[in-house]
């Protein structure tokens, strides 16, 4: 076989391996809610009709080429169809008549993704450079109930209503198995609608560049049942507790002095009940007040916990089990070396200078924010 024809069949062979993964967590097309599959509703018969187009084009093609390929002898040009009004007519209606078809169809599936239900879980979406922030207002009265990042929990079985902000840069909202992309654009809030019919952990990825670490800019959505959905509720909306053990209020002490000018932790009956309140002023950078109740950190590129089961996700059974020491402590240690970001420049997490045992400390800390 030639050279030249080995690489070309090489490249398609290669492109149809890369798109054969098992259990891809970014799968757009195994839907898992009702949003997504209107969407994949809409996919399946367009792919099909785009199929059918576009191997009869080329079998077409193919065949006419072959039937009045230039033969020996044979100087005479084959019969010209230029002019002739059946075909013009025929090749000109029909693809208008599919795009028209295409068409409808997706107006009518935009249409009702738009379509907002009333009572739905209301959800804050805020993108950060290079992490997720969701706020909760559950009574409707405009302000958050429950702050949190990277991980958003909602009820499964029931919809949740989404606005989509950033704080930054343009970054993109996208969850594949629940529902399509919304941008997040400073200065504008876009609604999107998530809902997954079953208990489970949804993962994504931000789909716009929006600088040194868009690809480690994930998150993760976890749906529960409604009954533990209920229960993650009214613990979120508590206070975090002053710690016990003398190693962890080192940590505290520690997390006043380094990271209280970032970071919010609300106690139980206030902010001053566990710091001072005047120094807690959380701009742009995750609510730490139930750190250890979330699955992942860093903006969802590590996991908090460590997969005990080994299905390359961490459960909600697993959230509370054994923690991810290594990464959590190397982040702390020195969060610009995991991950790129331009703490000068005021975008990400500084190299705090933290010493071994500080860094001991603050994860005691760390470990009781439940």
């Known amino acids: 076989m030639p050279r030249r024809l080995r690489y070309a069949l090489a490249a398609p062979a290669l492109l149809l391996l890369g798109a054969c993964a098992e259990d891809a967590p970014l799968d757009s097309l195994d839907p898992a809610g009702p949003y997504a599959r209107m969407i994949d509703d809409l996919v399946d018969p ?11 084009v080329q079998i077409g093609t193919l065949a006419i080429a072959w039937h009045f390929r230039r033969r020996p002898g044979d100087d005479e040009l084959p019969t010209q169809t230029h002019g002739n009004f059946k075909l013009e007519i025929g090749w000109t209606i029909l693809p208008a008549l599919i795009l028209a078809g295409v068409a409808v169809a997706t107006v009518l599936t935009i249409l009702d993704l738009e379509d907002h239900p009333d009572g739905a879980l209301e959800v804050t979406v805020i993108g950060n450079q290079w992490w ?3 706020r909760y207002d559950l ?11 990277n991980d958003l929990v909602i009820p ?14 343009v970054h993109s909202f996208w969850i594949p198995r629940l529902n399509g992309k919304r941008d997040a654009v400073p200065g504008r809030s876009h609604p999107l609608l998530l809902q997954a019919d079953h208990p489970g952990v949804y993962r994504g990825q931000c789909t716009e560049f929006c600088g040194l670490s868009h690809a480690y800019m994930r998150m993760r959505v976890v749906a529960l049942d409604p009954a533990e959905y209920a229960e993650w509720e009214a613990a979120q909306q508590e206070g975090a507790r002053v710690p016990s053990s003398e190693l962890a209020q ?6 006043r002095s380094t990271c209280s000018s970032c970071h919010l932790v609300r106690g139980e009956g206030g902010n001053e ?6 120094a807690l002023v959380a701009g742009a950078a995750p609510d730490l007040t139930h750190f250890a109740s979330r699955g992942s950190f860093a903006g969802a590129m590590f996991d908090l916990y460590e997969d005990l089961d080994g299905n390359g996700e961490i459960d909600t059974d697993e959230i509370g089990e054994k923690m991810n020491y290594a990464d959590l402590k190397a982040w702390l240690k020195d969060a610009p070396g995991q991950k790129p970001m331009s703490p000068d420049d005021g975008r990400g997490m500084p190299n705090l200078n933290l010493s071994d045992a500080q860094v001991d400390a603050l994860v005691a800390y760390l470990e009781t924010l439940e």
């Open 46 to 56: 367009v792919f099909w009709i785009a199929a059918i187009v576009f191997f009869g």
């Open 132 to 134: 997720w922030e969701y």
């Open 139 to 149: 009574d409707g009265d405009g302000e958050a109930e429950i702050v949190t990042a």
């Open 156 to 169: 499964a079985g029931e919809p949740v209503s989404l606005s989509i902000e950033s704080r930054d840069v």
């Open 250 to 255: 080192e940590g505290m002490e520690i997390f």
């Open 273 to 278: 009940d566990i710091f001072d309140g005047a």
